[in-house]
Structures are given as structure tokens and as C-alpha cells.
């Protein structure tokens, strides 16, 4: 199959015509890759981030399941996955814990497996979740940075604060870099509540792109 390798040691990027299509074990799904996004991480990974990568590329996708033992009704199912991989079925009472940082897990292009720039890969069917029919692939791509954007609320780094004015018991934050993560992270802050979000950037009108913006 077609993919995007990068050999760290050698620090060689190479798009191989050649490379082993991936064999799901009984746990897991392969999923024909539809779309897939070009994260900074992975442009971090080949200027060095990530010393000993020998994987493919990327984390950022939507695809069809085109075969899953352990949960044959998702074959033929359009999903997004989360990208760690808790091989070790490490179990703790940190339910979050658990599915983001499970000791010796692998990560989707990241830590110890092929990731989403290849025509195919494998992820536990735990993982997925199947996209609705109205969210188009170019919108579902984005599923995982939208995730690490809501990762924010979830570790409730942003908590409501007593205090007066127009709105009191809403906290004032800000948002720095227009990039898409830092959009993402801005309209979810909005939406989630409990925040005036200003946005700091240096181009207007991707800011314009997040709507509820206290100011920016």
C-alpha cells in the first residue's frame, strides 16, 4: 500500500508504494483510510521530536471499517478514532487516566505504531466511533484535534471564579495563536460556557471563524 514514512535515525521521508498493508489482531479494526489531516505534530516528529521514529505518519482521520472480528457490525462504517492504544489493558480507577495515558501504550503515529497517512490502518474497535451521515469526511477529520480541543474542559483548566462585574462567576481567558488548534480550543471554550474568550492572533479573519468571541 501507499504511505508516508519517516526514519528518524536516518532522517529520511519517504511516500513507499510498497509497504505492508497492516493485519488487524482479534481486538482490532482495519479501516481503509478516506481522509487524513497534517497535524504539527507530525511535522515536529521530522525535525526530531520523537528520537527512534520508524513509523507512518499522521493521527488526524475518518475511514470505512472493512473488517473487525470483534465487532463485525462496524464493517463498512465510517469512523474517527482515538489514538491511544491501551495494548496492555492497563485498568485504574482514573477512568480519563486510563484511556490517555495507560502505561506502555502504543499512539497512532506517534508512539510505537503506523499512523493515518497510508491507505490502511489498525485500531482496537474500542477506539471508534462511527460518524453520522451529515458530517462529510473533510469535517470528520478533524475529530481528533477538536478532541484534544475539548481535552481542555475535560481537565477543567478553565474554572468559573467569583468576582463582580457584567458577569459575575465567568472567568476571563485567553486564547494565543489563530492556529487551527487554537481556533478549535476558542470555540470550544464558547460553547462550553462559563468563559469570556478573547483571541489572540495575527490574522483577522481566521478569527472571524469562532463565533461568540468576547473580543479578539
Do not use: W
Request: glycine share 10%.
Amino acid at each position: 500500500m501507499q504511505a508516508l514514512v519517516f526514519d528518524e535515525p536516518t532522517n529520511a521521508l519517504a511516500l513507499r508504494e510498497d509497504y505492508p498493508k497492516p493485519v488487524p489482531s482479534p481486538e482490532d479494526a482495519l479501516i481503509r483510510v478516506l481522509r487524513a489531516g497534517i497535524c504539527s505534530t507530525d511535522l515536529e516528529i521530522t525535525r526530531g521530536y520523537m528520537p527512534g521514529f520508524k513509523h507512518v505518519l499522521g493521527h488526524e482521520f475518518v475511514g470505512v471499517v472493512e473488517a473487525c472480528a470483534s465487532q463485525p457490525q462496524l464493517v463498512g462504517q465510517r469512523v474517527v478514532g482515538e489514538i491511544n492504544c491501551n495494548i496492555c489493558h492497563f485498568t485504574c480507577g482514573d477512568a480519563v487516566f486510563t484511556r490517555n495515558h495507560a502505561p506502555g501504550r502504543t499512539v497512532l503515529g506517534i508512539i510505537g505504531k503506523d499512523g493515518a497517512l497510508a491507505q490502511y490502518l489498525t485500531l482496537p474497535a474500542r477506539n471508534l466511533h462511527v460518524v453520522p451521515d451529515e458530517v462529510d469526511d473533510e469535517v470528520a477529520a478533524y475529530a481528533e484535534p477538536l478532541a484534544a480541543a475539548a481535552r481542555i474542559v475535560e481537565q477543567r483548566v478553565v474554572q468559573s471564579v467569583s468576582g463582580s462585574g457584567p458577569n459575575p462567576g465567568t472567568c476571563r481567558v485567553a486564547v494565543i495563536g489563530d492556529g487551527k488548534l487554537g481556533l478549535l480550543v476558542a470555540q470550544v471554550l464558547v460553547v462550553s460556557g462559563g468563559a469570556q474568550v478573547t483571541m489572540i492572533g495575527r490574522h483577522a479573519a481566521k478569527m472571524g471563524l469562532v463565533t461568540g468571541l468576547a473580543a479578539s
